[in-house]
């Protein structure tokens, strides 16, 4: 990606503008930025690096715990509207120990279900960026074929890797040392395809191939259908009793003919691959905690 002179790339200027905090960095420097003024001096609002780009803050909730966002735009603050945060710091009333927890976005407009996830905000560089620079030496972000990950940088010198994908992950360590430990993090499971399940699956279908090529040629009209063509069925649909059709199979098989308008279609391929969505004929492996993997099948669960 190429820019224009004199201008900084996103990494640069969150490379520019973080500060690598730790709890007693943060608090400092909350206690140093001046609010802003005007008709907002009222908000409280502090500016964590340069004042025009303010929504990218710091909060004070207590003496001990301070938070930032790159989403505190000042029409939320203003509307009471909620906004998530990114980075947590936090100190134990006894002041011996230190956590630090980083926040998974989540969907905060979806008013059905605002706690839902919503990891692919962590994509943008501008936020991918203001996390990696702006956790303690020791932690960074980690992206690993689009998926999230803090990668921690242990004693030992063998980096562990925990994914944002579930949720928030948090990190303690003692005040005055150096390397932090995992406290909560999330176990991930690699999904492979059951072979024995799938040979089962491809048999159950071929009743239904049977029918498909006899009736595709006398199907004159379809539906505008966008997705999997067994939406709204499950596998149990091709289990056929006697010679009677199961209701379904001509709704089945207009949405493959519909496919086969505006896409090559090689109906044996596409109705393997479109089944084991359905039906997950998977089997789950555990992954060690800090490790990274890749899941082609995550997308189903």
Request: aromatic content about 16%; proline content about 5%.
């Amino acid at each position: 990606m190429g820019y224009y002179y004199g201008t900084r790339s996103a990494e640069e200027v969150q490379a520019q503008n973080g500060g690598r905090y730790t709890f007693d960095t943060i608090k400092a420097k909350y206690e140093s930025i001046k609010p802003l003024r005007g008709k907002r001096k009222d908000q409280n609002l502090r500016p964590l690096g340069e004042r025009r780009r303010d929504w990218e803050q710091v909060f004070k909730l207590s003496e001990n715990e301070y938070y930032i966002s790159n989403e505190a735009y000042s029409f939320r603050l203003a509307n009471s509207q909620p906004f998530n945060r990114a980075i947590t710091w936090k100190r134990s009333d006894d002041g011996t120990m230190d956590y630090i927890t980083i926040h998974t976005p989540k969907r905060l407009w979806d008013t059905t279900n605002p706690q839902a996830l919503a990891v692919f905000s962590l994509s943008p560089p501008s936020t991918y960026f203001f996390y990696s620079y702006n956790m303690p030496d020791g932690l960074s972000m980690h992206n690993y074929y689009s998926n999230k990950y803090v990668c921690l940088r242990p004693q030992n010198g063998n980096y562990q890797y925990y994914t944002l994908e579930q949720g928030d992950i948090t990190f303690q360590r003692k005040v005055g040392e150096q390397f932090w430990q995992p406290l909560v993090v999330h176990r991930q499971f690699k999904h492979t395809l059951d072979r024995t399940k799938t040979k089962e699956l491809r048999q159950s279908v071929q009743p239904f191939l049977e029918y498909y090529k006899m009736i595709e040629p006398l199907i004159d009209k379809t539906a505008y259908h966008y997705g999997n063509p067994m939406q709204g069925f499950d596998e149990s649909i091709f289990k056929q009793s006697g010679d009677e059709v199961p209701e379904g199979w001509f709704t089945i098989a207009e949405r493959y003919k519909y496919r086969s308008a505006w896409r090559t279609l090689d109906i044996n391929k596409w109705i393997y691959k479109d089944l084991y969505q359905i039906a997950k004929p998977c089997v789950a492996e555990e992954v060690p905690l800090g490790q990274l993997t890749i899941d082609r099948y995550k997308k189903w669960y």
